[in-house]
């Protein structure tokens, strides 16, 4: 069963939307001396969203999910995740997100169910829990043919499918998705934007690309990055052409 017979997007009805963001940044930067990746950076994310970040290779996209994933500090600003803040509390973060970087890794020697065991543990999940969990996991998204292969047999969809597993498998508030489709035949990018956009309302949902059509078709809002600085934000509702108001920022 492919992943699109699986999943249907949620109504507008089922999308709950926190009066507080999911992600809020507030005048955040990120510097490498002189070089600025990422400059006073304003902007949220509403709950139960799916959320693109918009521009070309070096704009900033990856240095931001690096931020929310824990992975670097800001350099000024404040960064707040599921109400807490990404410095001073960074552990309760990381319980509230899953992140997909754009070249996710994968235990090479392990087997798909065994690896997400392996991460469920280190996602806290409870011992008793995790072979329900990994269950529930594998079957959400079509894996139980791979469950029992090593990650590194794994076809590049499949091996992308695992990633987002990993990233899944606590059920966490937030999944950050770097360049989620990059890679995919046509066939498995129109699955991945269709379990996307399934995963909106019971997760928000924070996506990079620098493919226009994928941000059109798969986001709620979208942000436009360039030389780490945001240009603006739009509802792809209220959006009827993305390319001619990508181009008249940018």
């Given at each position: 069963?492919?992943?699109?017979?699986?999943?249907?997007?949620?109504?507008?009805?089922?999308?709950?939307?926190?009066?507080?963001?999911?992600?809020?940044?507030?005048?955040?930067?990120?510097?490498?001396?002189?070089?600025?990746?990422?400059?006073?950076?304003?902007?949220?994310?509403?709950?139960?969203?799916?959320?693109?970040?918009?521009?070309?290779?070096?704009?900033?996209?990856?240095?931001?999910?690096?931020?929310?994933?824990?992975?670097?500090?800001?350099?000024?600003?404040?960064?707040?995740?599921?109400?807490?803040?990404v410095?001073?509390?960074?552990?309760?973060?990381?319980?509230?997100?899953g992140?997909?970087?754009?070249?996710?890794?994968?235990?090479?020697?392990?087997?798909?169910?065994?690896f997400?065991?392996?991460?469920?543990?280190?996602?806290?999940?409870?011992?008793?829990?995790?072979?329900?969990?990994?269950?529930?996991?594998?079957?959400?998204l079509?894996?139980?043919?791979?469950?029992?292969k090593?990650?590194?047999?794994?076809?590049?969809?499949?091996?992308?499918?695992?990633?987002?597993?990993?990233?899944?498998?606590?059920?966490?508030d937030?999944?950050?998705?770097?360049e989620?489709?990059?890679?995919?035949d046509?066939?498995?990018?129109?699955e991945?934007?269709?379990?996307?956009?399934?995963?909106?309302?019971?997760?928000?949902?924070l996506?990079?690309?620098?493919i226009?059509?994928?941000?059109?078709?798969?986001?709620?809002?979208?942000?436009?990055?360039?030389?780490?600085?945001?240009?603006?934000?739009?509802?792809?509702?209220?959006?009827?052409?993305?390319?001619?108001?990508?181009?008249?920022?940018?």
């Amino acid at each position: 069963m492919t992943i699109s017979a699986m999943y249907a997007a949620p109504s507008d009805a089922l999308i709950q939307r926190d009066h507080a963001p999911a992600i809020s940044a507030s005048n955040v930067s990120k510097r490498y001396g002189p070089v600025s990746a990422l400059e006073g950076l304003t902007l949220d994310v509403h709950a139960g969203e799916v959320f693109g970040l918009l521009g070309p290779n070096g704009s900033g996209k990856t240095t931001f999910m690096r931020l929310l994933a824990g992975y670097l500090l800001p350099s000024a600003g404040r960064l707040m995740v599921a109400g807490h803040d990404v410095v001073g509390d960074s552990i309760a973060v990381r319980r509230h997100i899953g992140y997909v970087p754009e070249a996710a890794p994968l235990y090479r020697q392990m087997r798909v169910g065994e690896f997400l065991a392996f991460m469920a543990r280190l996602r806290g999940v409870p011992e008793r829990d995790v072979k329900g969990a990994v269950e529930r996991i594998v079957d959400r998204l079509a894996l139980s043919a791979v469950a029992d292969k090593p990650t590194r047999a794994l076809s590049k969809g499949y091996r992308q499918r695992t990633a987002l597993a990993q990233a899944l498998v606590h059920d966490p508030d937030i999944l950050i998705l770097d360049e989620p489709t990059n890679g995919l035949d046509p066939r498995q990018i129109i699955e991945m934007r269709q379990l996307i956009r399934s995963l909106a309302g019971r997760h928000t949902v924070l996506i990079s690309s620098h493919i226009l059509s994928e941000v059109e078709k798969t986001c709620d809002r979208v942000a436009v990055l360039l030389n780490g600085r945001l240009l603006g934000v739009r509802a792809m509702a209220d959006t009827p052409d993305l390319e001619a108001w990508f181009l008249s920022l940018t």
